[in-house]
């Protein structure tokens, strides 16, 4: 562990703020693993129900088709991760990756209301989500 710590701090990452870089780090690896699904034909087909039904995305598949809305999502991921990641040494660079997030997650979250049967009926107060709609 000691050998990490001292190549992380040679790097300049662990100067300070150590919870802040690994959040960044997460984040990296996130967009890492997300855009790479997007290359792989289940994960084209499986969010179908998510670019019909979004508000921000609709146009995706008319401009782009269903694979390439996929890869137009993967390479957008990897260039946010990108982003974050170089924002270890250039903090622009990383608030532009940071507002590419906040675009994403801005899209992702727009398409939970419009989602057909996303919802369970009322059960305890609050209702349950259903079917695809928790991304699991």
Same mark, same amino acid.
């Given at each position: ?23 960044? %780090? %997460? ?18 087909? *499986?969010?179908?129900? $998510? ?6 995305? $609709? ?5 782009? *088709? ?9 390479? %957008? ?6 982003? &974050?990641?170089?924002? $270890? ?10 507002? *590419? ?18 919802? &369970? ?14 991304? %699991?």
């Amino acid at each position: 562990m000691n050998f990490v710590t001292n190549v992380l701090v040679k790097l300049g990452i662990l100067k300070e703020d150590l919870d802040y870089h690994f959040i960044r %780090s %997460s984040m990296v690896i996130i967009y890492f693993f997300f855009g790479y699904q997007k290359w792989f034909d289940y994960e084209a087909q *499986g969010l179908i129900p $998510f670019f019909t039904h979004g508000p921000l995305i $609709f146009w995706m598949y008319p401009v782009f *088709g269903v694979k390439g809305a996929s890869y137009f999502l993967g390479v %957008s991921e990897w260039l946010f991760g990108a982003l &974050l990641l170089a924002g $270890f040494w250039n903090k622009k660079l990383g608030i532009l990756g940071a507002l *590419g997030s906040v675009a994403t997650f801005i899209t992702t979250i727009t398409i939970i209301p419009f989602m057909p049967d996303g919802w &369970l009926h009322l059960q305890a107060g609050f209702p349950p989500w259903s079917g695809t709609l928790p991304f %699991s």
